[in-house]
């Protein structure tokens, strides 16, 4: 089955480390999306990329980066100059050239600092 | 800017009871409207859309009709289940790729 698969789905870092989170997906969708989710709030865009080796920067992305080096592939450096990493991260996708413009997203990562 | 405004959680219901999460978005143009479901620690998946005025999208006993007048998009469900215990965010594109996600709404049903 087509999908977009997200890991860990749980990662703990000490305060000053970067971490990656892992985000795949096998439904040939042309654009891919990083969104933050806390307690209480909406989801807020980090990053998007609606093509390989382009991406732009969304509502907060200070402190993350990304690269899109492959169709399937968009990860997410949680960088030592985020302030508050503790959250919910989900990426989610779209097929552009299909026309059809509804976001499939993944189950999510939840990264906890220390 | 583009935004949607949906109704302040929780909402808690008794089981077969009628529900309607309120949605309201401000946009330039005429956006597509759609309504997300969250369960405890997933993702979201799309429950319903609805791209035009007076479109009514509806799935798994959820409707939700697009007006345009009063640039709502309310969802309802005749007769809720524990099952659809979940968080649920009405959501806005105007077709540029970029989505506006309402705070969510959490909806909370009791046997």
């Known amino acids: 089955d087509g999908g977009i698969t997200q890991s860990p789905k749980y990662l703990f870092r000490k305060e000053g480390q970067n971490v990656t989170l892992s985000c795949e997906q096998n439904?040939?969708?042309?654009?891919m999306y990083w969104y933050r989710q806390d307690p209480g709030q909406g989801l807020r865009l980090i990053y998007y990329?609606?093509?390989?080796?382009?991406?732009q920067k969304g509502d907060i992305a200070e402190g993350y980066s990304v690269s899109r080096e492959k169709k399937e592939s968009f990860p997410l450096t949680v960088t030592s100059a985020q302030k508050n990493p503790t959250a919910f991260y989900l990426c989610?996708?779209?097929?552009?050239?299909?026309?059809?413009?509804?976001?499939?997203f993944g189950a999510g990562s939840r990264l906890t600092v220390l | 800017g583009d935004s949607v405004t949906q109704m302040e959680g929780p909402v808690t219901l008794s089981e077969e009871a009628f529900l309607t999460i309120n949605c309201t978005y401000t946009?330039?143009?005429?956006?597509?409207l759609f309504w997300y479901v969250q369960y405890p620690g997933e993702g979201l998946q799309l429950l319903l859309k609805?791209?035009?005025?007076?479109d009514k999208g509806s799935n798994k006993g959820f409707e939700a009709t697009y007006r345009k007048e009063t640039t709502s998009f309310h969802l309802e469900k005749g007769s809720v289940q524990v099952s659809d215990s979940a968080v649920y965010f009405c959501?806005?594109?105007?077709?540029?790729?970029?989505?506006?996600f309402g705070t969510g709404t959490r909806l909370k049903v009791l046997a």
């Open positions: 989610a996708s779209i097929g552009i050239r299909s026309g059809a413009n509804v976001l499939t």
């Open positions: 439904l040939n969708h042309d654009a």
């Open positions: 990329s609606q093509i390989v080796n382009d991406f």
């Open positions: 946009a330039t143009g005429y956006p597509s």
């Open positions: 609805a791209t035009k005025a007076d």
């Open positions: 959501t806005s594109t105007s077709g540029t790729y970029k989505y506006i």
